[in-house]
Structure formats: structure tokens, C-alpha cells
């Protein structure tokens, strides 16, 4: 018998996953069962599949599109802000003691697991994965590394949210393990094969797209906000020794492309709503096709994770803030698609590391490529990971009251092949 | 009636699908029927559901996946080489005079259909799309127009195939038009957003990959031949000035994701097996894990042709040879793995704009980046693609007596929006 509804909403006030929250994922209720949708709540995860099927999604598109069938939230994110408005309403309603879903015995012992019991999996599936690089303190500090502070910005870099492409089939979800990878590196100024020795975490927000837009319709950055279906942590792994080597001219390749991994959870973007606030000013100002609206910034806070290898205690590498993020997601998706470029709905777009006045999100900066190893409590040092280091990126924004959680993107390192 | 199959064969020795060709593709019958997988014979199609259905596919492999069914090739592309070799005796065996099919009317009736009756597709979901940079000539050519002949080629081109990831969503079969892109572009030092005035095309063949690894388990050189399932031609269309200004750090975005059109026949690499010669000698020596068996090259001719806006003429831009390529597709696959990357049945690789001793692959190397325009034969000049131009890829290797055509990838300029 699951618990009652009362006592699965009785939660602390720091909790990820309130009735305030309702992120959707995909779970498999056991290791081999069809992956289904749900959303989760407290301590568990309800079934979209069993609540659709009862009937409490009446909006004539969810009722059309019956999106909670499928397999992935590809087909609700293919929908508009009003049908996802509808859905979070109906859930809203129902996760309230007295609720219909309360009221029915059966219903809610047929939706209800355990977040402990079931599988998580990817979300969606990614059809193309664009990583940006939005944090000025993040290009800063890494422009300073390498170029010096003088020439820290590249002189594109305030005119518009330098992006690339990145890899979508290496996206991966939360607890997956990451294999260091061999690549080729220079050792004395000679091409080597071998594993990387400069593994990196980056510590990132994932924008999954919504709706989508046809190939040579660009979104005007004053709708982007519509293809904003919701977010997610990521950690865009990076191997600094392979992509130093590669990454001139077209830009970082196997350096990245080994994995990515996000948290399982999409806290849509209405749940994030109350956290939005001023971004930060922008001079110049941008041209008039990534002049968007105010509030831009998304006030959420981020905190990297270290359980080193060998330890089960864990060290607070470095706390962040999404505030400080220089290009919202609405001017990403007006400049991604400014072309002509389309978007799909499951599509991801990546921030790029967030570092902040309060904190920087990746080792390369942190230990300033390496040069100031980093002493943890444990006696150990660290320039960048070693095999066995598990890193925890955590997240979460602060409403009235309650926490609007993004749990958790965890990855352990295993020893390359 | 369709025509016999005698008559579909009689075809002269320069026509790009006789019989030892037999490429495969995705159709519609009608505009809006659904799409089928074929392949393409003479002036015709054959329908390979019809075929399956029908009980000619006997291989265990193909029996039990049914890969003919899909509306792309993506299952079928997801078996071995075995399985692919064995579709391909069948049909060698069925498109020949006096075979079961040539024999049974109605079955020849419902199978054949007249290429310029159907409608054609991608010929796969495009999971991911990758680019790379493998003519030696075009990045010498390049180079030098940027950097100068002393410092063409980057450190590290002779060491590693360089490449990057491009989008998958915006590649387009051959007609597909191409709206020019509009963008932000350094106009007298400052960043302006204007329709691109340097809108080129780039001359590459494409790679679809068959098999697939899994995340972490690196493809070896010396298997990679395994995961070519065939060749398309492709024009990685370009926006010459939005590129120059964005890809400083992270390479190529807007500039290149705005239109990717390739061919919509897929000639399998056991079709261009007769096409394998050495490649280009490499020195340095690459790395073991790079290091390919001969024949590395493949002779394949391939021509760029331009249909003037207003003209109904045509006028051969360029001739260039893929023979000339210095990393192979097998390359290729060894190098995107090796740190664990996985590929995905379906996955399209560029080879990079094909430039050769006898001729170039774009108009920037052609026109020296705009200085030197091209007369055409209707009294006008090209520095760059104008609206309304249409672009036309061909190619084929040369066989015993036939050719294996590639085919065509066209595409024709529309104005910005």
C-alpha cells in the first residue's frame, strides 16, 4: 500500500520535490518495464500514464494528443504553454488531499511508486544537443587562463551567445557512469594516445525545448519564452588535455563527446516562474533581435558536489547562482533559430558553465588549469578528477515557503578503458 | 503498366543506377502517401515493403527485423554488413531477366514505380550529425586565405581527423530550398544583422553509418569498415560572413546550421567496393589507432554545377575527385569513437568540402574569398551564391563497363525573409 497523499505532501520546507514543483521524467516501475511518464512528488513519482487514462486531462489538445502514452515526454513537450498549463493545473488539483486522486483507493495505488523503487531514465529524447557559453565570469575566467585578462573576452563575445553543437547521443541520464576517455593529447609537444589527464566536470542548466519552429521560421526572442518547456542540471564533462589539442578551428569535439549527463527530473518553466528575476545589464546593448523583456535572469541556486574516490563523506566543491548568466534561454533560442535553424520539442540547449562572483563551475578554474591543486579533507588533493570521484551537481530556486528543487546530475568516474 | 524489366535495364553505360548499383532511398508514392523504403533502378524504384512482404528477404537477420517495413532506413541500417550483403544478393538476383520477380506480374506491378511519379525523403532519422574537415587541399586552400601558405594547415590537421558537431535537424534532401540565412556580421568592425552577402556551398560527400557502439566501447580502426553502410553526396551549405564572426572559440553555428542538403539515394559502400584505391600517402605516420588499411581512398568523380538564377543553362562550377580525401570514412569512425562516443545506426557524417588538384569545393577557395569573381556564361559575375541560383552536386565512381552514381543533391537560393 503506498502512502497516504497528506503524508507524502508532509514534507520539510527544503524538500526538491513539492507540490509547488511537479517535474516530469520517465521511470521504468522495474529494471525491464516500458519506460513510462510521470512526475514526482515528495518521496514518489506518480504515473502520467494511469492518470490520463482516468480521464483528468480534459484539455481538448492533452485529450487530442494523449501525450502520457508514450514512452518519452517528447509528445508533451511537442505541445503548446497553454496545454502545458492545462496539465499543470490538473495536477495541482489532483495532488491536494481530498482530491479526486486522494478519494480513489486504486487509482492512486496504480500511479503511486516510490522514487526509490523505479528507474529513472533520459526524459526525452534529445534530437540535437547545442551547448552555449553564457557565463561572462565563466569566458572570463577561462579567457584570463589562456589569454590574460586583457584579452579575456573574444570580441564576439558581448554581441551575441556564442553556442556550438554538441554531441545528442552521449546524453546521459543522472547516475550513469562516466569512462574517462583516451584521446590524443600532446605530451612535449608531440601527439600521445592515452587517457586523459585533465578531466573536468562543468557545472550547467539544461533548457529542454518546447513546440518547436519550422525550418526557416525563426523565433522572435519576444515568443522564445513559448519554446522554453522547462530545465534540468547538467554536467558537460570535458576532457581539457584532448580538447586543447583538437579544438582549433571548429571548435571542441572528442574533448566533450563522451558524455553528458543530466538530472532526470524537468521542472517545467512555470514552476520556476516565481524565481525569475533582472539579468544581469547588458552594454553593449544587443541588437534589436536578442533585446528581450525583463525579468531574464532565473535566480537558482547551484552547488557542485565531490565524494571523492575511496570516501563516502562528501565536499562542497564550489556554490553558483543562474542569476549571474550573461544571454537568457529566450535570446539562446532567438539567436539559435535567427537563421533559420529549427528546433524540435525535446531538443536541449546547455548554458555553458556557470560560474558566478560567488563561485566558478569547473575544475580548470577553479584550480587555475590545474596549477593551485585543491586540498580535501581526506588528506587527497585534486587538480582535476580522478578515477572513482563521483561529482553531484545540485539545484534548486526558493519560492514562498517552499523549494523548487531540481535534484540532482550525478556521475562517477571509472577508469579509462 | 510499368515497363518490363528488360527495358528498365537497357540504360547506357553514364546512367547512375544500373544494376550494380542499387541504392537504397525513402519514398512516397503519392505527395501525401506515407513513406516506404526502395531502392532505385534505372528510371525506376522498386518497393522494397512489396518485396519483404512478398517473402524474398530469407536471411535470418532480415527476416527477423523486417527492416523494410520502417518508413527509413534506420532499421536496416541498424543490422551487420552480413544482413546488408544479403539484401543486396537478393535484390542483384531479383533485378535480372527471368527472375521470380520478373516473372510474377503483379508482384513487378506493385513493386515498380516510375522515379519521376514519387515523392523523395530523407532516407533516414538523422540521430546525429557530425562534419569533418579530411581534404587536405580545401584546409591548405583555406588556410592560406586566412593565416598565409606558411601556416595553412593548423598543427594539429595531420595528426587527427578534425571535425565537429553540426545539426542534424536542418539536413534536407536534394530540392529542399535554401532560404539564405540572415545574421549578425561585422560590418566596418561592427556587429550588424543583415541577410548573409557571402552565402556559399561546400562540395562533401556523407557518410551514413550502419551498426552503431555503445557509449564507451570505441570502434577500432581496423573494424570501421563495418559501420559504413553507404554514400550520399552532400553540400554543407555556408554563410561565409555570419561564420567568420561567430566561430572564434567554439567553432562553426549559425553560419553552417541553417541548411545541410544531401542526396536521397544511399549507394551502399559494397556498390563503390570496385571504387577503393590507395590513399593519399600520410606523413607523419598517424597514431596506431588511426593507422587504416589500404585501399584507404575511394575514386569517386564528382562535379559541382550551377543553374544561374533566371537561366535554365547550366555551367560546371568545379570538378574534384573524392580519391583525394587524406582521412578515410574508416578514420573517421575510429577517430569520433575512441574516447567512447557512441554512434547510432543512422548517424550521417560530412567528410569536410572536397577539394582536389583539379578543382576546389567552395566558392571561397574558387573566388579567393570574394576577390576574384567568377564570369559566368549569361554575361553575369559570381563572388558568392546570389538568390535564386541553383547548386547541383553529382558524382559516381566508374565500374567495369558502368556506373554507380551517387546521384544528385540540389538545392536553389530563396531571398531572406
Known amino acids: 500500500m503506498p502512502p497516504a497523499l497528506a503524508s507524502v505532501l508532509d514534507l520539510p520546507a527544503d524538500h526538491p520535490f513539492p507540490r509547488q514543483n511537479l517535474p516530469y521524467g520517465v521511470f521504468r516501475p522495474t529494471p525491464h518495464a516500458a519506460p513510462r511518464v510521470g512526475v514526482a512528488v515528495g518521496a514518489g513519482v506518480l504515473d502520467l500514464a494511469v492518470l490520463e487514462a482516468a480521464g483528468f486531462f480534459a484539455h481538448p489538445a492533452l485529450e487530442a494528443a494523449r501525450p502520457f502514452r508514450a514512452p518519452t515526454l517528447n509528445a508533451f513537450m511537442a505541445l503548446t504553454p497553454e496545454a502545458w498549463d492545462a496539465a499543470r493545473t490538473t495536477l495541482l488539483d489532483l495532488v491536494r488531499p481530498g482530491s479526486p486522486l486522494d478519494r480513489a483507493a486504486s487509482l492512486w495505488e496504480a500511479a503511486y511508486h516510490l522514487r526509490s523503487d523505479v528507474t529513472l531514465c533520459l526524459p526525452a529524447t534529445v534530437g540535437d544537443y547545442t551547448d552555449f557559453y553564457a557565463s561572462r565570469e565563466h569566458a572570463t575566467n577561462v579567457g584570463t587562463l589562456f589569454r590574460g585578462p586583457e584579452r579575456a573576452l573574444q570580441p564576439n563575445w558581448l554581441h551575441l551567445p556564442v553556442g556550438y553543437h554538441g554531441r545528442a547521443s552521449s546524453v546521459v541520464v543522472s547516475g550513469t557512469p562516466i569512462r574517462r576517455p583516451r584521446g590524443q593529447v600532446l605530451v612535449d609537444d608531440a601527439p600521445a594516445f592515452r587517457p586523459s589527464e585533465r578531466l573536468d566536470y562543468e557545472l550547467e542548466m539544461g533548457v529542454f525545448v518546447g513546440g518547436g519552429n519550422a ?11 513559448r ?13 581539457r588535455d ?53 525579468p531574464r535572469g532565473l535566480d537558482v541556486h547551484l552547488e557542485v558536489v565531490l565524494r571523492p ?109
Open 227 to 239: 519554446h522554453v518547456f522547462g530545465f534540468v542540471l547538467l554536467n558537460d564533462w570535458s576532457a
Open 242 to 294: 584532448v580538447q586543447r589539442w583538437e579544438y582549433v578551428p571548429l571548435g571542441p569535439f572528442l574533448g566533450k563527446n563522451f558524455a553528458t549527463t543530466i538530472s532526470p527530473w524537468v521542472v517545467p518553466a512555470a514552476a520556476l516562474a516565481p524565481c525569475r528575476v533582472p539579468g544581469p545589464h547588458q552594454d553593449p546593448a544587443p541588437l534589436p533581435y536578442l533585446a528581450a523583456h525583463e
Open 215 to 225: 525550418l526557416g521560421a525563426p523565433v522572435p526572442v519576444e515568443t522564445a519564452h
Open 309 to 417: 574516490a575511496g570516501s563516502t563523506g562528501e565536499v562542497v566543491l564550489s556554490r553558483s547562482n543562474a542569476r549571474h548568466l550573461y544571454w537568457s534561454p529566450e535570446q539562446m533560442i532567438a539567436h539559435h533559430t535567427v537563421g533559420g535553424c529549427n528546433l524540435r520539442p525535446g531538443d536541449l540547449l546547455g548554458t555553458g558553465t556557470i560560474s558566478a562572483p560567488e563561485g566558478v563551475g569547473s575544475l580548470l578554474e577553479q584550480t587555475e588549469n590545474g596549477r593551485r591543486p585543491l586540498s580535501l579533507l581526506d588528506g587527497t588533493t585534486r587538480t582535476f578528477l580522478a578515477d572513482g570521484d563521483e561529482v553531484i551537481l545540485r539545484g534548486w530556486g526558493q519560492g514562498p515557503g517552499y523549494r523548487v528543487g531540481l535534484g540532482e546530475a550525478r556521475g562517477r568516474i571509472l577508469p579509462a578503458p
